[in-house]
């Protein structure tokens, strides 16, 4: 008996005539919309992570900002 894949399960729940044509084999007709997808996908993909990028830097950027805030009012109130 082979290994069931996660895959295979959410292709099963999917479409259950989808995955029996995946075991037997047999090649899916709609390989250009298959491959627009996986292009769609990737680019989404990079695109979240360029948003996380960017959130972190603007979480750095607000520490910094806070930080040289602390230390100019604490040069003020020592003077």
Known sequence: MRPIRASEIGSFLF???AWW????GLESQNQKELASGST??????RKVL???MLRLGG???????L???VILLTLQWLK
Do not use: P, S
């Open 15 to 17: 479409c259950r005539r």
């Open 21 to 24: 044509y995946q075991i037997q």
């Open 40 to 45: 769609y996908h990737a680019e989404h993909g």
């Open 50 to 52: 360029a948003a996380g």
């Open 59 to 65: 979480w750095i950027i607000l520490a910094l900002g």
């Open 67 to 69: 930080i040289t805030l």
